[in-house]
C-alpha cells in the first residue's frame, strides 16, 4: 500500500534542497547563494526551481533588482534553519564514548562583552574540561535571539527589549552607560561642563536605541540633555561607536567599565550627568527545546552555579 502524499513528502525530497534554500535566502539572492556555496548560479537557480516543485509553492519572487521571500518561503526558512540547527549538533551528540568531557560550544554575542565573571567563568570551565572546544560569533542582539531559537547556536548573550517566552535567560551582568566625547571634541578640555553645554550637541547612536529597544533608556538621556534631535552616526556595534566618539563624529554613549581604560589614556572624556545613568542588563540566553550535549549541559550547569554564587551587585558594573 502506498503512503499519502503527505507521507511520502520527507522520504522523496532531496534534503540538501533544503540547505541551497537557507543560503539563498541568508544571502538575500541566488548570485550571492552561489558564490558563498561554490556554486555556479545556474545550479542554484535549477535546485530552487526543484524545491518550489516539491513543495508545490512560490518561494521567492525573483525580478530585476528585487529579491523578497512569499509567506510560505519564510515558513519554510524558519524550518529550515532549525533542521539546520538540529544537525549542527548531531557531532557533540554521537561523542558519548569517551570518558573524558568533549564537545563542541557555539556561542552568540553581541559585541563587546566585557565580563570578568564570565571570563572566570569560562576559564574555570577550559581548565576542567581541555577537550571542549569554543567557538564565539558577534552579531546584533536580536540575530542572537535569533540563533538561539533556531537551535544553530549552543548559547546567546545579549541585550533583550523583552523576555522572550520561547527562551530562558538569566542575568550575566548589569552595566551602566555615561556619555562621552572625543579628544578633538570642544568639551574635551573645558575645566567645568553642565548638562546645558550640551544642548543642540551632534550625537552618535547605537541602533537598538530606538523606541522600544534595549538601549532605549539612553535615547531618554539625550532628550532630557536636549542634544541634537537625530543622529549623526548609527552603529549596531559598540566598537565602531566608540570609533565615532574618537573621531568627533558626535557625543556618544559607552559603558563606563568599558569606556574607563580609554578615559584613563586620555582618548575621551565622560560628560554629565555622572548620576541616575541608564542601566541595562546583558543576558545569557538559552532553548529549552535544545537536545544539549553532555558539554553544553555541563557548561550551562557551571554558569548558573557561578552565577547563583555571586550577588547582582558584585556582578553590576560602573557602581564604583
Same mark, same amino acid.
Not at 548570485?31 to 521567492?60: I, N
Not at 551632534?202 to 541634537?228: C, D, K
Not at 565602531?240 to 557625543?251: D, F
Given at each position: 500500500?502506498?503512503?499519502?502524499?503527505?507521507?511520502?513528502?520527507?522520504?522523496?525530497?532531496?534534503?540538501?534542497?533544503?540547505?541551497?534554500?537557507?543560503?539563498?535566502?541568508?544571502?538575500?539572492?541566488?548570485? /550571492?547563494?552561489?558564490?558563498?556555496?561554490?556554486?555556479?548560479?545556474?545550479?542554484?537557480?535549477?535546485?530552487?526551481?526543484?524545491?518550489?516543485?516539491?513543495?508545490? /509553492?512560490?518561494?521567492?519572487?525573483?525580478? @530585476?533588482?528585487?529579491?523578497?521571500?512569499?509567506?510560505?518561503?519564510?515558513?519554510?526558512?524558519?524550518?529550515?534553519?532549525?533542521?539546520?540547527?538540529?544537525?549542527?549538533?548531531?557531532?557533540?551528540?554521537?561523542?558519548?564514548?569517551?570518558?573524558?568531557?568533549?564537545?563542541?560550544?557555539?556561542?552568540?554575542?553581541?559585541?563587546?562583552?566585557?565580563?570578568?565573571?564570565?571570563?572566570?567563568?569560562?576559564?574555570? $570551565?577550559?581548565?576542567?574540561?581541555?577537550?571542549?572546544?569554543?567557538?564565539?560569533?558577534?552579531?546584533?542582539?536580536?540575530?542572537?535571539?535569533?540563533?538561539?531559537?533556531?537551535?544553530?547556536?549552543?548559547?546567546?548573550? +545579549?541585550?533583550?527589549?523583552?523576555?522572550?517566552?520561547?527562551?530562558?535567560?538569566?542575568?550575566?551582568?548589569?552595566? $551602566?552607560?555615561?556619555?562621552? +566625547?572625543?579628544?578633538?571634541?570642544?568639551?574635551?578640555?573645558?575645566?567645568?561642563?553642565?548638562?546645558?553645554?550640551?544642548?543642540?550637541? @551632534?550625537?552618535?547612536?547605537?541602533?537598538?536605541?530606538?523606541?522600544?529597544?534595549?538601549?532605549?533608556?539612553?535615547?531618554?538621556?539625550?532628550?532630557?540633555?536636549?542634544?541634537?534631535?537625530?543622529?549623526?552616526?548609527?552603529?549596531?556595534?559598540?566598537?565602531? %561607536?566608540?570609533?565615532?566618539?574618537?573621531?568627533?563624529?558626535?557625543?556618544?554613549?559607552?559603558?563606563?567599565?568599558?569606556?574607563?581604560?580609554?578615559?584613563?589614556?586620555?582618548?575621551?572624556?565622560?560628560?554629565?550627568?555622572?548620576?541616575?545613568?541608564?542601566?541595562?542588563?546583558?543576558?545569557? %540566553?538559552?532553548?529549552?527545546?535544545?537536545?544539549?550535549?553532555?558539554?553544553?549541559?555541563?557548561?550551562?550547569?557551571? +554558569?548558573?552555579?557561578?552565577?547563583?554564587?555571586?550577588?547582582?551587585?558584585?556582578?553590576?558594573?560602573?557602581?564604583?
Amino acid at each position: 500500500m502506498s503512503l499519502p502524499q503527505q507521507q511520502r513528502f520527507p522520504w522523496n525530497l532531496d534534503w540538501n534542497l533544503l540547505r541551497t534554500f537557507m543560503v539563498v535566502v541568508e544571502q538575500g539572492g541566488i548570485s /550571492k547563494a552561489a558564490d558563498f556555496l561554490g556554486l555556479k548560479q545556474p545550479t542554484v537557480s535549477a535546485a530552487l526551481k526543484r524545491l518550489e516543485h516539491a513543495t508545490g /509553492k512560490h518561494l521567492v519572487v525573483r525580478k @530585476p533588482n528585487e529579491f523578497t521571500i512569499t509567506r510560505p518561503g519564510q515558513a519554510l526558512y524558519v524550518e529550515c534553519a532549525n533542521i539546520f540547527g538540529t544537525i549542527s549538533q548531531l557531532p557533540s551528540l554521537l561523542d558519548v564514548d569517551r570518558a573524558e568531557l568533549r564537545g563542541h560550544l557555539s556561542i552568540a554575542i553581541t559585541s563587546s562583552v566585557i565580563s570578568d565573571h564570565f571570563n572566570e567563568i569560562l576559564g574555570n $570551565f577550559a581548565k576542567t574540561h581541555p577537550h571542549v572546544t569554543y567557538s564565539f560569533s558577534v552579531h546584533e542582539s536580536e540575530d542572537v535571539e535569533t540563533m538561539v531559537n533556531q537551535n544553530r547556536a549552543s548559547f546567546g548573550i +545579549c541585550l533583550l527589549s523583552k523576555m522572550s517566552r520561547n527562551l530562558n535567560s538569566v542575568v550575566l551582568y548589569r552595566e $551602566f552607560f555615561g556619555l562621552y +566625547c572625543g579628544a578633538r571634541h570642544p568639551l574635551f578640555n573645558v575645566d567645568e561642563i553642565n548638562q546645558k553645554d550640551l544642548e543642540g550637541e @551632534p550625537f552618535v547612536a547605537f541602533q537598538t536605541e530606538a523606541e522600544g529597544g534595549p538601549l532605549y533608556a539612553i535615547s531618554r538621556l539625550r532628550a532630557r540633555l536636549g542634544l541634537a534631535t537625530s543622529w549623526r552616526g548609527v552603529s549596531s556595534s559598540l566598537n565602531e %561607536i566608540r570609533r565615532l566618539i574618537l573621531a568627533n563624529v558626535g557625543i556618544g554613549a559607552l559603558p563606563l567599565h568599558v569606556a574607563k581604560q580609554d578615559v584613563e589614556a586620555g582618548k575621551i572624556r565622560q560628560l554629565p550627568p555622572y548620576d541616575e545613568l541608564p542601566m541595562v542588563n546583558i543576558y545569557l %540566553i538559552t532553548n529549552p527545546t535544545r537536545r544539549q550535549s553532555d558539554a553544553e549541559a555541563a557548561f550551562l550547569s557551571a +554558569c548558573k552555579s557561578a552565577l547563583d554564587a555571586i550577588d547582582i551587585e558584585e556582578r553590576t558594573y560602573g557602581l564604583d
